[in-house]
């Protein structure tokens, strides 16, 4: 079976610093456009970072700066290095798989079950 799996979620003070992994099973992750999206309560989802099957990388304006994705498709896993942490970054935050380049308007092939990230003093 397919599965994305997150890790690295927990508590963190202002400006500290969290990295999230997600590790696949059941599919080749170096051929998919991956994707870290963030839900917080009463908001809708939002892309925070992509990397393409090519290397390419995208974020949102929020996170520039501040958040870097990565992929070791070797070990078959996405990372999400977030930095100068915000408590507006409080988020369930998902990992994402996708072929087709949909990541942009909230489509993917395939979700994991979602880390929490909670920022506070």
């Known amino acids: 079976q397919v599965q994305l799996v997150e890790s690295g979620g927990g508590l963190a003070q202002p400006g500290g610093s969290l990295r999230l992994s997600c590790a696949a099973s059941?599919?080749?992750?170096?051929?998919?456009?991956m994707g870290w999206y963030r839900q917080a309560p009463g908001k809708q989802r939002e892309l925070v970072a992509r990397i393409t099957s090519g290397h390419i990388t995208n974020y949102a304006d929020s996170a520039k700066g501040r958040f870097t994705i990565s992929r070791d498709n070797a070990q078959n896993t996405v990372s999400l290095q977030m930095n100068s942490l915000k408590p507006e970054d409080t988020a369930v935050y998902y990992c994402?798989?996708?072929?087709?380049?949909?990541?942009?308007?909230?489509?993917?092939?395939?979700w994991g079950q979602g880390t929490q990230v909670t920022v506070s003093s």
């Open positions: 994402s798989a996708d072929r087709f380049s949909r990541l942009r308007i909230g489509i993917a092939d395939y």
């Open positions: 059941g599919i080749r992750l170096s051929i998919y456009n």
